[in-house]
Nanobody, 124 residues
Framework: QVQLVESGGGSVQAGGSLRLSCAAS????????MGWFRQAPGKEREGVAGLDPRGTDYANSVRGRFTISQVNAQNTLYLRMNSLQPEDTAMYYC???????????????????WGRGTQVTVSS
């Protein structure tokens, strides 16, 4: 059973930075598709960033500010978030699936495994 555990969330002021981590354990092997999603209160879940060995994709709202990366040897996924804004406030979730991100990097129904989330709060 694949398990995903997020960490690194917290409270920052607008303009600040955070780095989220997602530690993956269990039977997950390259190639795999991994991504970050977020959900703010009263809003639908949104795909933030995704990657597989073929490439990456980002939501337009975070492109140029967020960077997704992976260290395979550590089975760890990262999301570096710069120039954070209050609208980035949300619960952030890590997700994964075996194989490539066929069907889209940012589609939630494309992923099989999910973490429990880490809260990011950005104050103005």
């Amino acid at each position: 059973q694949v398990q995903l555990v997020e960490s690194g969330g917290g409270s920052v002021q607008a303009g600040g930075s955070l780095r989220l981590s997602c530690a993956a354990s269990g039977p997950i092997y390259s190639p795999n598709c991994m991504g970050w999603f977020r959900q703010a209160p009263g809003k639908e879940r949104e795909g933030v960033a995704g990657l597989d060995p073929r490439g990456t994709d980002y939501a337009n709202s975070v492109r140029g500010r967020f960077t997704i990366s992976q260290v395979n040897a550590q089975n760890t996924l990262y999301l570096r978030m710069n120039s954070l804004q209050p609208e980035d406030t949300a619960m952030y979730y890590c997700a994964a699936r075996p194989g490539y991100c066929s069907g889209g990097y940012l589609r939630g129904d494309n992923y099989r495994y999910w973490g429990r989330g880490t809260q990011v709060t950005v104050s103005s």
